[in-house]
């Protein structure tokens, strides 16, 4: 189900499941019960304001970055202006800890609102931007986002299985939302309509034509590793890469078979 404007990220529990959908460079609006470990974004799904929210909420935001270069890393304290210096062409001025000690309590009341759904991630950045004066805890969210982003910055760089983590994770939902627009070819994929109960209804239909494709796939390559000449054949690295989220073989616009030796019964059924 879609809520906001825009396709924020995509999320994982302990073991996979479906992506939950964000409101774009804001906050998560969570439309699941389900424990969340992890959340696997592109650069453009990542913000200070996200790190923050994602963090208070129990969950690591992870993005993909395709602008490091431009990345920036914030000092941890003030006063040391020629600490790590080979760091120095990347460093930031030092993270206002003072502001987000004075906002925690304001940071848990907007962090709980969202957790239990009693405001959306729109409704509170609106009044956090109102009159384009900067809400003090606005302030405090951005400050604890660059102070976790930095953090996530130094990890990005040191550790190689973390970005193959990510990267990994993104493919598995780019592969799903492909899958997705195969099904929803209709009208561009668009929605015709902006009820959210009928929004709802494509979108857990769409599911529901998802899990069916992934079921009969599923039983097409049992059947397949079945057979005597793929038994043992196939390697645990080799069974890693098989997905049931397939179409290739699949016509979605239904067989139509044309017999010219036939005539087609119009006189019949005008007779009827």
């Known amino acids: ?23 774009s460079a804001s906050p998560p609006a969570l439309c699941t019960e389900m424990d969340v470990e992890k959340q696997y974004v592109d650069t453009h799904g990542q913000s200070e304001v996200g790190f923050a929210f994602c963090h208070l909420l129990g ?17 941890p304290n ?8 080979n760091l120095q062409p990347v460093l930031s001025r030092p ?8 906002q925690y309590d304001e940071l848990i009341k907007f962090t ?19 009159n384009n004066v900067q809400h003090p805890t606005y302030k405090a969210l951005c400050e604890l986002g660059k102070a976790l982003k930095t953090t996530f910055l130094c990890e990005y760089l040191r550790l190689e299985p973390l970005r193959r983590e990510i990267h990994e994770g993104l493919n598995v939902i780019e592969n799903w ?9 209709g009208k561009g994929g668009e929605f015709a309509s902006n009820k959210l109960e009928d929004q709802e209804v494509l979108m857990l239909s769409l599911h529901l034509l998802q899990v069916s494709l992934v ?58």
């Open 1 to 23: 189900m879609l809520f906001g404007h825009a396709l924020f990220g995509y999320s994982y529990g302990p073991a996979g499941g479906l992506p939950l959908y964000f409101i």
């Open 59 to 75: 969950f690591d935001l992870l993005p993909r970055l395709k602008n490091l270069r431009k990345q920036r890393l914030y000092r």
């Open 78 to 85: 003030k006063g040391e202006p020629d600490r790590y210096a």
């Open 95 to 102: 993270i206002n800890w003072e502001i987000i000690e004075q």
């Open 112 to 130: 709980t609102a969202l957790r239990l759904g009693t405001a959306d991630a729109e409704s509170i950045l609106r009044r956090f931007t109102k």
């Open 177 to 185: 939302n492909s899958a997705n627009s195969f099904i929803l070819y």
């Open 215 to 272: 079921y009969i796939n599923t039983l097409m390559i049992q059947q397949v590793l079945e057979e005597e000449g793929w038994k043992g054949r196939l390697t645990a690295i080799d069974l890693r890469a098989l997905s049931p989220l397939k179409w290739q073989h699949i016509n979605p616009y239904g067989t139509f078979t044309l017999n010219m030796l036939h005539r087609l019964p119009l006189q019949s059924a005008l007779a009827a």
